[in-house]
């Protein structure tokens, strides 16, 4: 498109017809919008006053059609929140990749840093040579990724090792944004607020009137802070690393959604025409050079899977020849498709058995051979046993503080549903959801945990089932998330102040939030550090109420570790007694001496 | 005005050299200075079902509103909002109570009148739930503002009486204010036994509240020589007497249709003690807040209203 200023100084070409709608004004109006509501709903994923969210904040999760295939593999269920993905598939099959050119916010923020790029990508082309385009050899060598990462995506949901949120650009995005540039943006506008606030300037009257709106309205509610913020963010910065290499990289070569669209865009009856690049203006091929989603191979032919519609081509056309229309689908055995391997693409010369049909797919403008296809399925097989047999730290079983978000049920079936996209760490109140690194696994990375030391579950606080695009956390109603067990917490009588040190404390049972108190005391006469008798009270945790809230972890005052932990319930150390009040009785009476029992861990 | 306008630096700076001239004599003959009252402590006791209009009975029988908040003063409200609670659970001040509390504020023509709490649990969840948010809001008069307390707030203050805690991060806003209400519910407490207007001041303070646990009646006492409230409304309305203080069960909770109003804190806490059949000097902060001179513990020296 910057070609079209000075393309239109040129004396004008006798067959330019009427002026055409202006589709690409239109897409880039559609791209800021849907930018625009991506980023206000990010905002809007946290509490805002009322116990339900008022915006649907997993928006975007739910139309795509990666994200929902993936879980309905991956859960063997059919997750009805997710219909709207069957509409961007329908609308997919009828218009072909409008998905990634148009709505994908990722995409748009590629498109917006290639404008900033520009002058550094000039850069970039003068030391490496030519960019990225389609036809060089490493181009054509790379081209079949993302549909081998898709294949491989699929199957892994299939048999339980779902990567998908990993690589899915809306999950990719709004991990990046919300572990990485959201508490980054928070720290450095509010530490520049208070910096203005606590000198007097110029600049005062002004930041009075603007502080609180950033405040309120561009700023999340507190600081977050997240384990892995910096391998979500280098991965978000790799995708915008790689436009260095060319005009959506990620989306042409990597992204797997941008596969999935591609593939249902094989069956659009919207097409470009020409199918290939036309030699009809003084810029011949500019179309094909030109283009974002180098939809245009070598030899010129054009791939409907490629194209992500952004209009581009037929705006900046002067012919008034390259324009998208509705065509009925060729009567052909199979799918009409350029063919792009080398032994095939042979130069101009050849190009006019380009667009002959071909048979079953063979080798096509993605250069996807059977042989590649069935490669990518035998290794998705096989990886997720690999996975497994190198599953880090874990024998038997998981470790007994990886708590999982309220009513997550089976470890094994919340991680193939969870696709880790980063809602729920978002919107949690209390910064205690955190992204799990390898505790539960290579295939538990970026998995949500409560850590409640950082922040404990909020008792009436149902967020993070709201905002779950897959249900991995299930959406519960107050009256259920109240009682539904996290964890049983542990008193450590060895560190824990009135067992350990004879010192007054019970800051966990004055925060226990179950009524009747899932931590109770015991009044006792005691000899304290300075030889006066005093009256002392001592918590013990009373199993049977205890949902695991971990308020009573985030809460205790000593420094580093708790002295009152959380535990799975499955885990061995919730089911060992730790004084009277233990599930199954436990002797009365005996409980004094216990604070200096060893060997019970 | 002029005393207004100071910045935190010159307050923070006449505020230690004010303390440090009281504290020594405080020092040399504390108990001559508690037991020597200038004037008897005066208390209303009101009770009724218009918790709004109890508040303003008793202010007025008190001399009126006008003699605590001057034209333009900056005021603090400050009412425990400390739990994700409805109001009738007895674990926050009754929405009412605050809000009546502020319109008298705001009708004796206060600069602005803030009503904040550093919570226990999420701020947002406690402000909204504790009705205390909507409450404020309702008056529709942008000098009355519950903002939200952040760590930006607090800086550190010298407690120069202090013995137990000698330093400690106050809410800048709380000890600056020139009228600050203190507005506690009266709750059963594990630890300290019953949370009153003492203990309220956990809401103004930073750091690691936790740390305040241990000898908890001293620290608060030594606290309580950094804010020095007003006024204090205690709001017994509705009282929680068990599994506080989060409460949570409606059966723990005994309404009582009163509300407390002191100038002297202590003699406040030791009427609301009464409540709860217990004795003023069972109260571990009480006693530490009498011994400190902050205020009468004994009810017998204390003028008390009933309205």
Same mark, same amino acid.
């Given at each position: 498109?910057e070609?079209?200023?000075?393309?239109?100084?040129?004396? +004008?070409?006798?067959?330019?017809? !009427?002026?055409a709608?202006?589709?690409?004004?239109l =897409?880039?109006a559609a791209?800021?919008l849907?930018?625009?509501?991506f980023?206000?709903?990010?905002?809007?994923?946290?509490?805002a006053?009322?116990?339900?969210?008022?915006?649907?904040v997993?928006?975007?999760?739910?139309?795509?059609?990666?994200i929902?295939a993936?879980?309905?593999?991956?859960?063997?269920?059919?997750?009805?929140?997710?219909?709207?993905?069957?509409?961007?598939v329908?609308?997919?099959i009828?218009?072909? !990749?409008?998905?990634?050119g148009?709505?994908?916010p990722?995409?748009?923020?590629?498109?917006?840093?290639?404008?900033?790029?520009?002058?550094i990508?000039?850069?970039?082309?003068?030391i490496?040579?030519?960019?990225?385009?389609p036809?060089?050899?490493?181009?054509?060598?790379i081209?079949?990724?993302?549909?081998?990462l898709?294949?491989l995506?699929?199957?892994?949901a299939?048999?339980?090792?779902p990567l998908?949120g990993?690589?899915d650009?809306?999950?990719?995005?709004?991990?990046g944004?919300?572990?990485?540039?959201?508490?980054?943006?928070?720290?450095?506008?509010s530490?520049?607020?208070?910096?203005?606030?606590?000198?007097?300037?110029?600049?005062?009257?002004?930041l009075?009137?603007?502080?609180?709106?950033? !405040?309120?309205?561009?700023?999340?509610?507190?600081? &977050?802070?997240?384990?892995?913020?910096?391998?979500?963010?280098?991965m978000?910065?790799?995708?915008?690393?790689?436009?260095?290499?060319?005009?959506r990289?990620?989306?042409?070569?990597?992204c797997?959604?941008?596969s999935?669209v591609g593939?249902?865009?094989?069956?659009?009856?919207?097409?470009?025409?020409?199918? =290939?690049t036309?030699t +009809?203006?003084?810029?011949?091929?500019?179309?094909g050079? *030109?283009?974002?989603?180098?939809?245009f191979?070598?030899?010129g032919?054009f791939?409907?899977e490629?194209?992500?519609?952004?209009?581009?081509?037929?705006?900046?056309?002067?012919?008034?020849?390259?324009?998208?229309?509705?065509?009925?689908r060729?009567?052909? =055995?199979?799918?009409?498709l350029?063919?792009?391997?080398?032994?095939?693409?042979?130069?101009?010369?050849?190009?006019?058995?380009?667009?002959r049909?071909?048979?079953?797919?063979?080798?096509n403008?993605?250069g996807?051979?059977?042989?590649a296809?069935?490669?990518?399925?035998?290794?998705?097989?096989?990886?997720?046993a690999?996975?497994?047999?190198?599953?880090?730290?874990?024998?038997?079983?998981?470790?007994?503080t990886l708590?999982?978000?309220?009513?997550?049920?089976? *470890?094994?079936?919340f991680?193939?549903?969870?696709?880790?996209?980063?809602?729920?760490?978002?919107?949690?109140p209390?910064?205690?959801?955190q992204?799990?690194a390898?505790?539960?696994?290579?295939?538990?990375?970026f998995?949500?945990?409560?850590?409640?030391?950082?922040?404990?579950c909020?008792?009436?606080?149902?967020?993070?089932?709201?905002?779950?695009?897959?249900?991995?956390i299930?959406?519960?109603?107050v009256?259920?998330?109240?009682?539904?067990?996290?964890?049983?917490?542990?008193?450590?009588? *060895?560190?824990?102040?009135?067992?350990a &040190?004879? *010192?007054?404390?019970?800051?966990?049972?004055?925060?226990?939030?179950v009524?009747? &108190?899932?931590?109770?005391?015991?009044?006792?006469?005691?000899?304290?550090?300075?030889?006066?008798?005093?009256?002392?009270?001592?918590?013990?945790?009373?199993?049977?109420?205890?949902?695991?809230?971990?308020i009573c972890?985030?809460k205790?005052?000593?420094?580093?570790?708790?002295?009152?932990?959380?535990?799975?319930?499955?885990?061995a150390?919730a089911?060992?007694?730790?004084?009277?009040?233990?599930?199954?009785?436990?002797?009365?009476?005996?409980?004094?001496?216990m604070?200096?029992? !060893?060997?019970?861990? | 005005?002029?005393?207004?306008?100071?910045?935190?630096?010159?307050?923070l700076?006449?505020?230690?050299?004010w303390?440090?001239?009281?504290?020594?004599p405080?020092?040399?003959?504390?108990?001559?200075?508690?037991?020597?009252?200038?004037?008897?402590?005066?208390?209303?006791?009101?009770?009724?079902?218009?918790?709004?209009?109890?508040?303003?009975?008793a202010?007025?029988?008190?001399?009126?509103?006008?003699?605590?908040?001057?034209?333009?003063?900056?005021?603090v409200?400050?009412p425990?909002?400390?739990?994700?609670?409805?109001?009738?659970?007895?674990?926050?001040?009754?929405?009412? #109570?605050?809000?009546?509390?502020?319109?008298?504020c705001?009708?004796?023509?206060?600069?602005?009148?803030?009503?904040?709490?550093?919570?226990?649990?999420?701020?947002?969840?406690?402000?909204?739930?504790?009705?205390?948010?909507d409450?404020?809001?309702?008056l529709?008069?942008?000098?009355?503002?519950?903002?939200?307390?952040?760590?930006?707030?607090?800086?550190?203050?010298?407690i120069?009486?202090?013995?137990? #805690?000698t330093?400690?991060?106050?809410?800048?806003d709380?000890?600056?204010?020139?009228c600050?209400?203190?507005?506690? #519910?009266?709750?059963?407490?594990?630890?300290?036994?019953?949370?009153?207007?003492?203990?309220?001041?956990?809401?103004?303070?930073?750091?690691?509240?936790?740390?305040?646990?241990?000898q908890i009646?001293?620290?608060?006492?030594?606290?309580?020589?950094?804010?020095?409230?007003?006024?204090?409304?205690?709001?017994?309305?509705?009282?929680?007497?068990?599994?506080?203080?989060?409460?949570?069960?409606?059966?723990?909770?005994?309404?009582l249709?009163? #509300?407390?109003?002191?100038?002297?804190?202590?003699?406040?806490?030791?009427y609301?003690t009464t409540l709860?059949?217990?004795?003023?000097e069972?109260?571990?902060?009480?006693?530490?807040?009498?011994?400190?001179?902050?205020?009468?513990?004994?009810?017998?020296?204390?003028?008390?209203?009933?309205v």
């Amino acid at each position: 498109m910057e070609q079209s200023s000075a393309t239109s100084a040129m004396p +004008k070409p006798p067959i330019r017809r !009427r002026r055409a709608f202006p589709w690409r004004s239109l =897409r880039r109006a559609a791209q800021l919008l849907l930018l625009g509501l991506f980023l206000w709903l990010f905002r809007r994923t946290e509490y805002a006053g009322a116990d339900e969210l008022a915006q649907p904040v997993n928006f975007f999760f739910r139309i795509d059609p990666l994200i929902s295939a993936a879980a309905v593999l991956a859960g063997r269920t059919i997750i009805s929140t997710l219909w709207p993905a069957l509409v961007i598939v329908g609308l997919t099959i009828l218009l072909g !990749r409008f998905f990634c050119g148009w709505v994908c916010p990722l995409g748009t923020l590629l498109d917006l840093f290639h404008r900033l790029l520009r002058p550094i990508q000039r850069l970039a082309r003068r030391i490496t040579g030519r960019p990225v385009r389609p036809g060089t050899p490493w181009a054509n060598a790379i081209r079949p990724t993302r549909h081998v990462l898709l294949i491989l995506m699929l199957i892994f949901a299939a048999i339980g090792l779902p990567l998908v949120g990993y690589l899915d650009p809306i999950g990719l995005l709004t991990r990046g944004l919300t572990f990485g540039v959201d508490p980054a943006w928070h720290q450095s506008a509010s530490r520049l607020i208070e910096t203005g606030e606590a000198h007097a300037g110029w600049w005062t009257g002004t930041l009075n009137k603007i502080a609180p709106f950033v !405040r309120d309205r561009l700023l999340p509610f507190q600081h &977050k802070a997240f384990g892995l913020a910096s391998v979500a963010m280098w991965m978000l910065a790799a995708v915008f690393a790689l436009e260095l290499l060319g005009r959506r990289f990620w989306c042409r070569y990597l992204c797997p959604l941008g596969s999935m669209v591609g593939v249902l865009a094989w069956f659009s009856p919207l097409r470009r025409v020409p199918e =290939r690049t036309c030699t +009809k203006c003084a810029n011949a091929s500019d179309c094909g050079t *030109e283009c974002r989603m180098g939809a245009f191979d070598a030899s010129g032919s054009f791939s409907p899977e490629a194209c992500n519609l952004c209009m581009d081509c037929q705006a900046d056309c002067n012919t008034g020849i390259a324009r998208f229309t509705f065509r009925r689908r060729p009567k052909r =055995r199979g799918i009409a498709l350029p063919v792009t391997d080398s032994s095939q693409a042979l130069g101009p010369g050849t190009a006019g058995a380009m667009s002959r049909p071909i048979g079953p797919v063979k080798s096509n403008a993605s250069g996807m051979s059977r042989r590649a296809v069935l490669t990518s399925v035998a290794a998705g097989l096989a990886v997720p046993a690999v996975v497994k047999a190198a599953r880090l730290g874990g024998t038997k079983s998981v470790q007994a503080t990886l708590l999982r978000p309220p009513g997550a049920g089976d *470890e094994k079936h919340f991680l193939n549903l969870c696709i880790r996209c980063g809602e729920c760490l978002k919107v949690c109140p209390t910064n205690g959801l955190q992204p799990a690194a390898f505790e539960a696994g290579v295939e538990g990375l970026f998995s949500p945990r409560l850590v409640p030391r950082t922040g404990y579950c909020e008792l009436n606080c149902t967020l993070c089932g709201q905002v779950c695009p897959t249900h991995a956390i299930p959406a519960l109603p107050v009256e259920e998330k109240v009682t539904t067990a996290i964890g049983l917490a542990i008193i450590d009588r *060895e560190k824990c102040l009135p067992w350990a &040190k004879n *010192e007054e404390c019970i800051c966990c049972e004055e925060h226990c939030p179950v009524s009747d &108190k899932a931590i109770v005391y015991k009044e006792v006469r005691v000899t304290d550090a300075t030889g006066n008798s005093i009256t002392l009270q001592r918590p013990s945790v009373v199993a049977d109420r205890c949902i695991g809230c971990g308020i009573c972890e985030n809460k205790c005052p000593l420094d580093g570790e708790s002295a009152i932990r959380i535990v799975r319930l499955d885990s061995a150390q919730a089911k060992e007694p730790e004084g009277e009040h233990r599930r199954g009785g436990g002797g009365g009476g005996r409980g004094m001496g216990m604070g200096r029992g !060893r060997g019970r861990q | 005005m002029a005393s207004m306008d100071m910045d935190r630096r010159e307050f923070l700076q006449q505020m230690a050299a004010w303390s440090a001239g009281v504290a020594v004599p405080v020092l040399l003959m504390p108990n001559a200075f508690a037991n020597v009252p200038l004037e008897t402590p005066v208390l209303i006791v009101a009770r009724g079902k218009d918790y709004a209009q109890l508040v303003a009975s008793a202010i007025t029988k008190l001399g009126g509103i006008g003699k605590f908040v001057q034209p333009n003063a900056k005021v603090v409200v400050k009412p425990n909002i400390g739990w994700d609670r409805k109001p009738e659970h007895a674990a926050n001040t009754h929405p009412d #109570v605050v809000k009546a509390i502020v319109k008298l504020c705001l009708d004796a023509r206060a600069g602005s009148v803030q009503v904040f709490d550093r919570s226990c649990n999420d701020a947002r969840r406690c402000y909204t739930n504790s009705g205390i948010l909507d409450a404020v809001h309702s008056l529709n008069d942008p000098r009355a503002t519950c903002p939200y307390v952040e760590d930006r707030h607090f800086v550190p203050v010298k407690i120069d009486r202090g013995k137990v #805690v000698t330093e400690w991060d106050f809410h800048k806003d709380a000890v600056a204010a020139d009228c600050y209400i203190n507005v506690p #519910v009266a709750k059963h407490h594990g630890l300290s036994k019953l949370t009153l207007g003492m203990k309220n001041v956990m809401g103004v303070i930073g750091g690691s509240r936790g740390k305040i646990h241990q000898q908890i009646g001293q620290k608060l006492a030594e606290l309580n020589t950094v804010i020095r409230p007003k006024l204090t409304v205690i709001d017994a309305t509705r009282i929680l007497l068990r599994h506080g203080p989060q409460g949570g069960k409606i059966e723990d909770v005994k309404v009582l249709d009163t #509300v407390i109003v002191s100038t002297d804190p202590v003699a406040a806490d030791a009427y609301a003690t009464t409540l709860f059949g217990m004795k003023p000097e069972e109260i571990e902060s009480t006693v530490a807040a009498h011994q400190l001179g902050l205020g009468e513990m004994d009810l017998n020296k204390v003028k008390i209203i009933e309205v």
